[in-house]
């Protein structure tokens, strides 16, 4: 009798009716946090599956926008800096010209059609007035611009800009959506004629 005794469970139990009856709620018990523990696991993996690929798809979206940003900025930067090879060094900016003006300057685009083109702010038209011009392997190049003509253009402003480009640019006037997309403009000058 001592043996069963020691078989049957601590507690209230008295009897082997009651030690089944405690063992069978101990079963159902253990089985019932079994099953929330297993429920519980594959909840957590599920959410943990979906928030995080939730979140690398932000993340992916996120670093897409940021990639593009990036790219974006390397473009502006990379033409500033073309740009700023690219320049006129006579006359200067605020110059008084002739009408027939010498124009010179650096390009480290010997590779590509460099050409001097003068917009006339009264007529708000580009032209396109030499080229291409030859640029030395030092990046020294010179051309000649016509400001108005011998009764007209006196004492009106201009820009000066210098354009290398991939394609050839015929001469005369052109409007600005003719240029390529890619051609490379220098900063300009201001000149205004005698």
């Known amino acids: 009798m001592a043996e069963q005794e020691q078989r049957v469970p601590p507690g209230p139990v008295k009897t082997a009716e009651e030690a089944l009856k405690y063992a069978k709620r101990q079963f159902w018990l253990t089985l019932i946090l079994g099953i929330t523990k297993l429920t519980a696991v594959v909840l957590g993996l599920s959410l943990t599956a979906y928030f995080g690929i939730r979140t690398v798809r932000l993340t992916g979206a996120d670093i897409g926008t940021k990639v593009e940003q990036v790219r974006e900025d390397v473009v502006q930067a990379d033409r500033s800096f073309r740009q700023s090879q690219l320049r006129i060094l006579s006359p200067v900016s605020g ?33 396109v007035q030499d080229g291409p011009l030859n640029v030395s392997p030092a990046g020294a190049w010179s051309g000649s611009a016509t400001f108005g003509g011998a ?30 997309k890619n051609a490379i403009w220098s900063e300009p000058i201001d000149v205004t004629r005698k």
């Not at 253009?153 to 003719?178: N, Q």
Request: glycine share 4%; with cysteine.
């Open 151 to 180: 009764q007209a253009g006196a004492s009106e402003e201009y820009l000066v800009y210098c354009v290398a480009s991939e394609k050839p640019l015929p001469l005369g006037p052109l409007p600005l959506e003719r240029f390529p």
């Open 95 to 127: 110059a008084s010209v002739s009408e027939n003006e010498a124009i010179s300057g650096r390009s480290p685009y010997w590779a590509l059609n460099n050409y001097v083109v003068v917009f006339s702010l009264k007529a708000k038209t580009y032209f």
